[in-house]
């Protein structure tokens, strides 16, 4: 099994912010880190095979990894070709791979932060998991509210931040504000005196026209990149997702996570997305023409007072009235939206994703007729 060259977490900014159980730990090695062909009876799989396979059209036995076989704990072949996807001079040693941008989410939390005692910043409204994994960590968190236009408020954050955070969260396309964050604010965060590290959460980014940060990882070492293939992919059922960073970073994630956290069917599905990326540039196009359609539809409801512009693969808008409703009776009738009323900047406010012009018709007329039955 091929291993990949090992970054020195000792050294650069890993070694200043992680917390001194992790930068002391031996990470779990195993047999196959060393030897991955022959006969194989180090790992006490099953040599008569696997008792189940995919009931799809997927043929595990095209994969090098068969089934009954651990995959591989570094999945350095998918990271290869995730970087000559993305380019921007990344190598295998600058990515991790993780089941969705979640469990980096989360591996990041407990790398860097001291329980009990250090902090994130996050800067609502913002996607959830950020707080509820602080939460799970016990880390505390501090925010900074978006501009009423969502754009960031980087004097109010650079003034919040203390030596106890050590993770800033950006997310760029927004989760629910659909903007993207242009790159020269991130650059400026990533330049300021704030010393721990700018987590850029680019789950959206093939959706926008604003380019990834992820070009800006070699020049920046406190800047990590969150992508994943649950979006633009159309991938979401296998749980891929990657941290893209300076490679003293994303080696302490190595060594943290589960040996093999990345299962063999994720793996031979995600290798195959990132051969063929023509798919993926034809449905991102797709949902870029219905979501003009769905935005130009939205706008020109008399009961709906703002559409936001998106860089995503969503549209958040305004009601001006009985948003909360609204959603509720569209979910009864078949059509389930996401209110998000409730966050800072978003009252009265629903997010909807782009799918099909079957079912953004489907949604457009539930929500007139929805909204004129509630009026009475
Ligand atoms: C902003 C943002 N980041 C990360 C994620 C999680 O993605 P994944 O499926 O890769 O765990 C989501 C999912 O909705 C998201 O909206």
């Known amino acids: 099994m091929a291993e990949e060259k090992k970054s020195d977490p000792s050294t650069g900014i890993a070694h200043l912010l992680a917390r001194k159980n992790i930068l002391e730990l031996s990470p779990y090695r195993c047999a196959r880190d060393d030897y991955s062909e022959g006969v194989l009876l180090d790992a006490n799989e099953n040599a008569y095979g696997p008792t189940s396979l995919p009931t799809n059209s997927l043929d595990p036995y095209d994969n090098h990894n068969t089934l009954e076989r651990y995959p591989d704990p570094y999945q350095t072949p998918m990271k290869e070709l995730f970087c000559k996807y993305r380019g921007c001079g990344i190598t295998p040693a600058h ?28 800067t609502p409204p913002t996607y959830g998991m950020y707080k509820v994994c602080a939460k799970v960590n016990d880390v505390g968190i501090i925010t900074v509210p978006l501009e009423k236009d969502f754009s960031l408020r980087v004097p109010e954050m650079l003034a919040a931040v203390t030596p106890e955070v050590k993770l800033l969260f950006i997310c760029s396309p927004g989760n629910p504000t659909a903007k993207a964050i242009p790159l020269s604010v991130i650059e400026a965060v990533a330049k300021s005196q704030y010393k721990g590290l700018v987590v850029v ?23 990590v990149v969150l992508q994943t293939l649950s979006k633009a992919f159309g991938l979401a059922g296998i749980r891929c997702g990657f941290c893209i960073g300076g490679p003293d970073v994303i080696q302490l994630m190595n060594n943290v996570k589960a040996p093999y956290n990345v299962n063999a069917l994720t793996s031979e599905v995600a290798i195959n997305a990132l051969q063929k ?34 860089d995503s693969n969503f549209v958040l808008f305004r009601m001006k009235e009985k948003a909360l409703e609204c959603y509720k009776q569209m979910a009864d009738g078949g059509v389930v939206t996401r209110y998000r009323g409730t966050e800072i900047h978003c009252e009265n406010c629903i997010r909807v994703t782009i799918g099909t012009e079957e079912e953004n018709n489907k949604f457009l007329a539930l929500l007139e007729t929805t909204f004129k039955a509630l009026q009475g």
């Not at 989410?105 to 860097?112: A, C, G, K, P, V």
């Not at 959706?207 to 920046?220: K, P």
């Open 95 to 122: 990515v991790f791979v993780g089941v969705g941008s979640d469990e980096a989410i989360d591996l990041l939390m407990r790398i860097f932060c001291q329980p009990a005692q250090d902090k994130i910043l996050t």
């Open 201 to 223: 959460d680019e789950a959206y980014v093939d959706f926008s026209t604003e380019g990834s940060a992820i070009s800006l990882v070699n020049q920046y070492p406190n800047i």
């Open 277 to 310: 990326t023509n798919v993926l540039q034809d449905n991102i196009a797709k949902v870029l023409a219905q979501r003009k359609v769905v935005m130009e539809k939205l706008n020109n409801l008399d009961f709906v007072t703002e559409v936001f512009p998106s």
